[in-house]
T-cell receptor, first 116, second 112 residues
Framework: EAGVAQSPRYKIIEKRQSVAFWCNPISGHATLYWYQQILGQGPKLLIQ????????DSQLPKDRFSAERLKGVDSTLKIQPAKLEDSAVYLC??????????????FGPGTRLTVL | GEDVEQSLFLSVREGDSSVINCTYTDSSSTYLYWYKQEPGAGLQLLTYIFSNMDMKQDQRLTVLLNKKDKHLSLRIADTQTGDSAIYFC????????????FGIGTKLQVIP
Protein backbone atom coordinates (compact mmCIF):
# COMPACT_ATOMS: atom_id res chain seq x y z
CA GLU A 1 0.00 0.00 0.00
CA ALA A 2 1.47 3.35 -1.01
CA GLY A 3 1.84 5.90 1.75
CA VAL A 4 0.84 9.53 1.94
CA ALA A 5 2.62 11.48 -0.80
CA GLN A 6 3.60 15.12 -0.54
CA SER A 7 5.33 17.51 -2.88
CA PRO A 8 7.51 19.39 -3.09
CA ARG A 9 9.82 18.08 -0.36
CA TYR A 10 11.60 21.41 -0.02
CA LYS A 11 10.68 24.97 -0.93
CA ILE A 12 12.55 28.22 -0.41
CA ILE A 13 10.73 31.49 -1.06
CA GLU A 14 11.03 35.12 -0.11
CA LYS A 15 8.58 36.75 2.25
CA ARG A 16 5.43 38.05 0.64
CA GLN A 17 5.63 35.40 -2.08
CA SER A 18 3.03 32.68 -2.49
CA VAL A 19 3.52 28.95 -2.18
CA ALA A 20 1.41 25.83 -2.54
CA PHE A 21 1.84 22.32 -1.21
CA TRP A 22 0.21 19.19 -2.48
CA CYS A 23 -0.86 16.02 -0.68
CA ASN A 24 -2.14 12.71 -1.96
CA PRO A 25 -3.49 10.60 0.90
CA ILE A 26 -3.56 6.84 1.05
CA SER A 27 -6.12 5.52 -1.41
CA GLY A 28 -9.55 5.34 0.12
CA HIS A 29 -8.74 7.42 3.17
CA ALA A 30 -11.62 9.75 3.87
CA THR A 31 -10.02 12.04 6.43
CA LEU A 32 -7.08 14.30 5.64
CA TYR A 33 -5.11 16.60 7.92
CA TRP A 34 -2.60 19.38 7.39
CA TYR A 35 -0.18 20.07 10.24
CA GLN A 36 2.45 22.76 10.71
CA GLN A 37 5.60 21.67 12.53
CA ILE A 38 7.90 24.51 13.50
CA LEU A 39 11.48 23.50 14.29
CA GLY A 40 11.72 22.14 17.83
CA GLN A 41 7.97 21.80 18.28
CA GLY A 42 5.34 19.16 17.81
CA PRO A 43 2.92 19.24 14.90
CA LYS A 44 0.04 21.67 15.17
CA LEU A 45 -3.19 20.95 13.32
CA LEU A 46 -4.06 23.54 10.69
CA ILE A 47 -7.07 21.97 9.00
CA GLN A 48 -8.95 18.67 8.88
CA UNK A 49 -11.08 17.46 5.99
CA UNK A 50 -13.68 14.71 5.97
CA UNK A 51 -13.99 13.81 2.29
CA UNK A 52 -14.14 17.25 0.67
CA UNK A 53 -15.69 19.05 3.63
CA UNK A 54 -13.84 20.99 6.32
CA UNK A 55 -14.25 19.53 9.81
CA UNK A 56 -11.89 21.79 11.74
CA ASP A 57 -9.97 24.84 10.57
CA SER A 58 -9.94 26.70 13.87
CA GLN A 59 -6.15 27.05 13.91
CA LEU A 60 -5.73 27.97 10.25
CA PRO A 61 -4.60 31.60 9.77
CA LYS A 62 -7.29 32.33 7.26
CA ASP A 63 -5.95 35.72 6.29
CA ARG A 64 -3.05 34.04 4.50
CA PHE A 65 -3.59 30.28 4.51
CA SER A 66 -6.13 28.39 2.44
CA ALA A 67 -6.70 24.73 1.73
CA GLU A 68 -8.95 22.72 -0.46
CA ARG A 69 -9.71 19.10 -1.12
CA LEU A 70 -11.62 18.94 -4.34
CA LYS A 71 -13.25 15.59 -5.10
CA GLY A 72 -12.31 14.38 -1.63
CA VAL A 73 -8.94 12.96 -2.64
CA ASP A 74 -5.89 15.20 -3.18
CA SER A 75 -5.47 18.38 -1.21
CA THR A 76 -3.53 21.60 -1.61
CA LEU A 77 -2.45 24.04 1.08
CA LYS A 78 -1.60 27.57 0.01
CA ILE A 79 0.11 30.44 1.78
CA GLN A 80 -0.34 33.91 0.31
CA PRO A 81 1.60 36.02 1.20
CA ALA A 82 4.22 34.13 3.19
CA LYS A 83 5.82 35.53 6.34
CA LEU A 84 9.11 34.63 7.96
CA GLU A 85 7.29 32.82 10.77
CA ASP A 86 5.73 30.43 8.26
CA SER A 87 9.06 28.62 7.96
CA ALA A 88 8.22 25.10 9.06
CA VAL A 89 7.59 21.57 7.88
CA TYR A 90 4.07 21.08 6.60
CA LEU A 91 2.85 17.57 7.22
CA CYS A 92 -0.11 15.87 5.63
CA UNK A 93 -1.80 12.88 7.27
CA UNK A 94 -4.78 10.71 6.52
CA UNK A 95 -6.98 8.16 8.25
CA UNK A 96 -9.07 5.44 6.76
CA UNK A 97 -12.35 6.00 8.49
CA UNK A 98 -14.16 8.98 9.87
CA UNK A 99 -11.21 10.41 11.74
CA UNK A 100 -12.83 9.25 14.92
CA UNK A 101 -10.93 8.78 18.16
CA UNK A 102 -8.53 5.89 17.87
CA UNK A 103 -8.17 5.94 14.09
CA UNK A 104 -4.52 5.74 13.10
CA UNK A 105 -3.12 8.74 11.31
CA UNK A 106 -0.59 8.00 8.58
CA PHE A 107 1.82 10.83 7.87
CA GLY A 108 3.57 11.90 4.72
CA PRO A 109 7.24 12.94 4.70
CA GLY A 110 6.38 16.64 4.84
CA THR A 111 7.32 19.74 2.88
CA ARG A 112 10.05 21.86 4.44
CA LEU A 113 9.35 25.54 3.77
CA THR A 114 11.99 28.21 4.29
CA VAL A 115 10.87 31.83 4.02
CA LEU A 116 13.73 34.31 3.58
CA GLY B 1 -6.86 23.60 27.58
CA GLU B 2 -4.92 20.69 26.19
CA ASP B 3 -1.19 20.52 26.87
CA VAL B 4 1.35 17.75 26.47
CA GLU B 5 4.79 18.07 28.02
CA GLN B 6 7.95 16.08 27.40
CA SER B 7 11.59 16.35 28.25
CA LEU B 8 13.68 17.52 25.33
CA PHE B 9 16.56 15.10 25.22
CA LEU B 10 17.59 11.62 26.32
CA SER B 11 20.89 9.85 25.74
CA VAL B 12 21.39 6.11 26.32
CA ARG B 13 23.96 3.50 25.46
CA GLU B 14 23.18 0.83 22.89
CA GLY B 15 21.69 -2.21 24.58
CA ASP B 16 20.34 -0.28 27.56
CA SER B 17 16.68 0.50 28.12
CA SER B 18 15.28 3.93 27.29
CA VAL B 19 12.40 5.51 29.14
CA ILE B 20 10.73 8.54 27.62
CA ASN B 21 8.22 10.37 29.79
CA CYS B 22 5.25 12.56 29.03
CA THR B 23 2.62 14.39 31.04
CA TYR B 24 -0.72 15.59 29.76
CA THR B 25 -3.38 17.81 31.22
CA ASP B 26 -6.67 16.79 29.64
CA SER B 27 -8.34 14.23 31.88
CA SER B 28 -10.85 13.46 29.16
CA SER B 29 -8.14 12.08 26.89
CA THR B 30 -9.26 8.85 25.36
CA TYR B 31 -6.20 7.63 23.48
CA LEU B 32 -2.54 8.37 24.08
CA TYR B 33 0.03 7.80 21.38
CA TRP B 34 3.73 7.53 20.82
CA TYR B 35 5.06 8.60 17.43
CA LYS B 36 8.61 8.36 16.10
CA GLN B 37 10.10 10.87 13.69
CA GLU B 38 13.40 10.18 11.98
CA PRO B 39 15.33 13.03 10.32
CA GLY B 40 13.62 14.30 7.21
CA ALA B 41 10.67 11.96 7.60
CA GLY B 42 7.08 12.22 8.71
CA LEU B 43 5.73 10.82 11.93
CA GLN B 44 5.33 7.09 12.33
CA LEU B 45 2.86 5.71 14.85
CA LEU B 46 4.71 3.36 17.21
CA THR B 47 1.99 2.41 19.63
CA TYR B 48 -1.04 3.75 21.41
CA ILE B 49 -2.95 3.00 24.59
CA PHE B 50 -6.57 3.47 25.47
CA SER B 51 -7.13 5.55 28.56
CA ASN B 52 -8.70 2.71 30.56
CA MET B 53 -5.53 0.63 30.26
CA ASP B 54 -2.50 0.74 32.55
CA MET B 55 0.03 -0.96 30.35
CA LYS B 56 0.57 -2.15 26.82
CA GLN B 57 3.49 -4.18 25.56
CA ASP B 58 4.49 -4.62 21.94
CA GLN B 59 7.80 -6.41 21.35
CA ARG B 60 10.52 -4.07 22.66
CA LEU B 61 8.05 -1.32 23.50
CA THR B 62 6.21 -0.98 26.81
CA VAL B 63 3.76 1.83 27.43
CA LEU B 64 2.75 2.67 30.98
CA LEU B 65 -0.15 4.97 31.79
CA ASN B 66 -0.81 6.52 35.17
CA LYS B 67 -4.14 8.18 34.63
CA LYS B 68 -4.27 9.61 38.14
CA ASP B 69 -1.03 11.53 37.60
CA LYS B 70 -1.68 12.01 33.86
CA HIS B 71 1.70 10.47 33.16
CA LEU B 72 2.61 8.36 30.15
CA SER B 73 5.91 6.62 29.52
CA LEU B 74 7.49 4.68 26.70
CA ARG B 75 10.13 2.10 27.51
CA ILE B 76 12.31 0.76 24.72
CA ALA B 77 14.15 -2.39 25.69
CA ASP B 78 17.57 -3.20 24.23
CA THR B 79 17.83 0.21 22.56
CA GLN B 80 19.52 0.15 19.15
CA THR B 81 21.18 2.90 17.13
CA GLY B 82 18.22 2.71 14.76
CA ASP B 83 16.02 3.90 17.59
CA SER B 84 17.70 7.31 17.48
CA ALA B 85 14.91 9.72 16.56
CA ILE B 86 12.48 12.22 18.05
CA TYR B 87 9.61 10.65 19.96
CA PHE B 88 6.33 12.50 20.26
CA CYS B 89 3.71 11.88 22.86
CA UNK B 90 0.20 12.76 21.74
CA UNK B 91 -3.30 12.65 23.14
CA UNK B 92 -6.67 12.58 21.51
CA UNK B 93 -9.88 13.53 23.21
CA UNK B 94 -13.57 13.42 22.55
CA UNK B 95 -15.32 16.01 20.48
CA UNK B 96 -16.65 14.24 17.48
CA UNK B 97 -13.85 13.89 15.02
CA UNK B 98 -10.44 12.95 16.31
CA UNK B 99 -8.35 15.86 17.56
CA UNK B 100 -4.79 15.09 18.43
CA UNK B 101 -2.45 17.29 20.46
CA PHE B 102 1.27 16.58 20.21
CA GLY B 103 4.06 17.28 22.67
CA ILE B 104 7.25 19.00 21.54
CA GLY B 105 9.12 15.73 21.20
CA THR B 106 12.00 14.02 23.00
CA LYS B 107 15.17 13.52 21.03
CA LEU B 108 16.64 10.10 21.79
CA GLN B 109 20.33 9.68 21.11
CA VAL B 110 21.70 6.14 21.20
CA ILE B 111 25.43 5.92 21.77
CA PRO B 112 27.11 2.87 20.20
Amino acid sequence: EAGVAQSPRYKIIEKRQSVAFWCNPISGHATLYWYQQILGQGPKLLIQFQNNGVVDDSQLPKDRFSAERLKGVDSTLKIQPAKLEDSAVYLCASTSAGGEVGDTQYFGPGTRLTVL
Amino acid sequence: GEDVEQSLFLSVREGDSSVINCTYTDSSSTYLYWYKQEPGAGLQLLTYIFSNMDMKQDQRLTVLLNKKDKHLSLRIADTQTGDSAIYFCAESYPGGYQKVTFGIGTKLQVIP
